[in-house]
T-cell receptor, first 109, second 112 residues
Framework: LAKTTQPISMDSYEGQEVNITCSHN???????ITWYQQFPSQGPRFIIQ???TKVTNEVASLFIPADRKSSTLSLPRVSLSDTAVYYC??????????FGKGTKLSVKP | NAGVTQTPKFRILKIGQSMTLQCAQD?????MYWYRQDPGMGLKLIYY???????DKGEVPNGYNVSRSTTEYFPLRLELAAPSQTSVYFC???????????FGSGTQLSVL
């Protein structure tokens, strides 16, 4: 079971690019890397998922190095509405999906 | 397509009471999960199921029970509620590896 480690918190300003790195040294061959965003009083919602290299969608990019022991979520030009907790989730091949502590991102004007 | 539906949204229990948190999904997902989230903390896995008739313990199973008689429903039972079980409970479902988790809107439970 891949355990994840992320920074507890990050601060940014509107319009900046934010990069959040997650460490997952014990990732298994079949594991995908998925990032979720959570606002207060809501369930987490999917942002992006990848297996290797780089993935980009309309809201974020995900960078995964060749050894897959870490991943970086990149949020371009953040706004106040991006203030949330971001979770990196690795695993699922055995069914149990265990979240790490997440990164609390605060975006300031 | 309603996704993952949780009921109730709010509940107050007295110490020692029992209740069942309901969770239903209409996406025919094999995998279902129950998480709890204490104020300001991350999600903790209580129980999960990889298919009808199969359940397994997560990180914090004590004080809870689950059943999975059908693909659609995954109820969470609290027996003898304790103040330590005051939390927000999220149910989620998942098609399988390479797919994303879908979460319900949560049940806010207070045990007084």
């Amino acid at each position: 079971l891949a355990k994840t480690t992320q920074p507890i918190s990050m601060d940014s300003y509107e319009g900046q690019e934010v990069n959040i790195t997650c460490s997952h040294n014990n990732i298994a061959t079949n594991d995908y890397i998925t990032w979720y965003q959570q606002f207060p009083s809501q369930g987490p919602r999917f942002i992006i998922q990848g297996y290797k290299t780089k993935v980009t969608n309309e809201v974020a990019s995900l960078f995964i190095p060749a050894d897959r022991k870490s991943s970086t979520l990149s949020l371009p030009r953040v706004s106040l509405s991006d203030t949330a907790v971001y979770y990196c989730l690795v695993g699922g091949s055995q069914g149990n999906l265990i979240f790490g502590k997440g990164t609390k991102l605060s975006v300031k004007p | 397509n309603a996704g993952v539906t949780q009921t109730p949204k709010f509940r107050i229990l007295k110490i020692g009471q029992s209740m069942t948190l309901q969770c239903a999904q209409d996406m025919n997902h094999n995998y279902m999960y129950w998480y709890r989230q204490d104020p300001g903390m991350g999600l903790k896995l209580i129980y999960y199921s990889v298919g009808a008739g199969i359940t397994d313990k997560g990180e914090v199973p004590n004080g809870y029970n689950v059943s999975r008689s059908t693909t659609e429903y995954f109820p969470l039972r609290l027996e003898l509620a304790a103040p330590s079980q005051t939390s927000v409970y999220f149910c989620a479902s998942f098609r399988g590896q390479g797919e994303k988790l879908f979460f319900g809107s949560g049940t806010q439970l207070s045990v007084l």
